[in-house]
Structures are given as structure tokens and as C-alpha cells.
């Protein structure tokens, strides 16, 4: 069964972006404000819509994720177990996301944080993909799925934002 299981997962990776209607929450074009965490300021930024084209160039895996709105494994990702000080920022448009500093081990198997660096970086959607009903997580400035967010984080949130590593970038501090 395990092996049925990473042959369908191969295959879902062997096809990547091509050829494939896009599931990606796409933001319509315009500005958004973004929190800057380097500079503890609130930018206006133009929103980021990836063409087909550009998101064709990601690795077929990033792109199952980000646009296709797939999920990695669990404990596959190289950030699930990631203890560096940094921040963590959208794959696709650099946004920053989360901090190390709200990372916390969930035994999920997915980098999971129990907030973000600011609301106004993320968005969540309804998801009743599956059979249930889930809060999706997306960039607020590109659309890219991010993962999904639940109430069985830790305190001073509550919340656990369960994310997918190959949507996520690093930057070490």
C-alpha cells in the first residue's frame, strides 16, 4: 500500500505544472498591504499574479503545492524540523509569512507555527476538499497555497498553522 502510495505521488509530481487548469487562489491585480518584517512597517505592494509561464519554471513538487494545492508528505519537508532563527516567506513572491520564533513542534510531520508574522500576509479560505471542511492558508499577496490552519495550537493563539516546506523560503537570521 505505502508503495501505491509514492507511485500516485510521483506521478502527481512527474506531470508538475503542465497542462493543468490553475487552482491557485490567484489575487486579481492591484496593491495590497503587506507587514514588512524587517522594517516593522506596513508597505503597499503590488500584488503578484504568476502567468502560467511563470509558474511552469517551479519544481514540479512546489508547484503541486503552491498551485495545485496539494500537500508534501509528512516529515519529508526541510523545514518540519528547522530550529534556525529566521523568517520564513512565500516561495513564490518572497512575502513574509512567519518567524521562527512562533515555530513549534506539532509532531505532524509539517512545519507548524502558531501565527503569522501578520494578518495582513495571509488569507484563509474554505476548504471542503476531502470530505471536510478546513481553513485553507494562502499568500495574501500572490494566492499561493500555503497549508491550512487549525484551533489546536498552543497558547497565546490557539492556533496551529500547519504549513507545507516546499511553500515556504528561508531566510536565516
Same mark, same amino acid.
Given at each position: 500500500?505505502?508503495?501505491l502510495?509514492?507511485i500516485l505521488f510521483? &506521478?502527481l509530481?512527474?506531470?508538475?505544472? %503542465?497542462d493543468? %487548469?490553475?487552482?491557485?487562489?490567484? $489575487?486579481k491585480p492591484?496593491?495590497? /498591504?503587506?507587514f514588512?518584517f %524587517?522594517?516593522?512597517?506596513?508597505?503597499?505592494?503590488?500584488?503578484?499574479v504568476?502567468?502560467? !509561464?511563470?509558474l511552469? !519554471?517551479?519544481p514540479?513538487d512546489v508547484?503541486?503545492?503552491?498551485?495545485?494545492?496539494?500537500?508534501e508528505?509528512p516529515f519529508?519537508?526541510?523545514?518540519?524540523n528547522n530550529?534556525?532563527?529566521?523568517v520564513?516567506? &512565500?516561495?513564490? &513572491?518572497?512575502?513574509?509569512l512567519?518567524? =521562527?520564533?512562533?515555530?513549534f513542534e506539532?509532531?505532524?510531520g509539517? $512545519?507548524?507555527f502558531?501565527? $503569522?508574522v501578520?494578518e495582513?500576509n495571509?488569507?484563509?479560505?474554505? /476548504?471542503? =476538499?476531502?470530505?471536510? !471542511?478546513? =481553513?485553507?492558508?494562502?499568500?495574501?499577496r &500572490?494566492?499561493?497555497h500555503?497549508? #491550512?490552519?487549525? /484551533?489546536?495550537g498552543?497558547k497565546p493563539?490557539?492556533?496551529r498553522y500547519c504549513?507545507? =516546506?516546499?511553500?515556504?523560503?528561508?531566510?536565516? #537570521?
Amino acid at each position: 500500500m505505502k508503495r501505491l502510495g509514492l507511485i500516485l505521488f510521483s &506521478c502527481l509530481l512527474f506531470y508538475g505544472c %503542465e497542462d493543468k %487548469e490553475a487552482n491557485m487562489q490567484k $489575487p486579481k491585480p492591484g496593491k495590497v /498591504d503587506i507587514f514588512n518584517f %524587517e522594517t516593522g512597517k506596513v508597505d503597499t505592494v503590488d500584488k503578484v499574479v504568476p502567468t502560467a !509561464e511563470q509558474l511552469k !519554471e517551479l519544481p514540479a513538487d512546489v508547484c503541486y503545492v503552491v498551485r495545485d494545492k496539494g500537500t508534501e508528505a509528512p516529515f519529508t519537508g526541510k523545514f518540519y524540523n528547522n530550529h534556525a532563527k529566521g523568517v520564513y516567506k &512565500c516561495v513564490v &513572491c518572497k512575502t513574509d509569512l512567519f518567524v =521562527s520564533d512562533t515555530k513549534f513542534e506539532s509532531g505532524t510531520g509539517w $512545519p507548524s507555527f502558531f501565527q $503569522p508574522v501578520s494578518e495582513l500576509n495571509i488569507k484563509t479560505v474554505k /476548504d471542503t =476538499s476531502h470530505g471536510m !471542511e478546513r =481553513s485553507e492558508v494562502v499568500c495574501a499577496r &500572490c494566492g499561493a497555497h500555503l497549508g #491550512h490552519v487549525f /484551533d489546536d495550537g498552543p497558547k497565546p493563539t490557539g492556533k496551529r498553522y500547519c504549513m507545507n =516546506s516546499v511553500s515556504l523560503f528561508f531566510v536565516k #537570521h
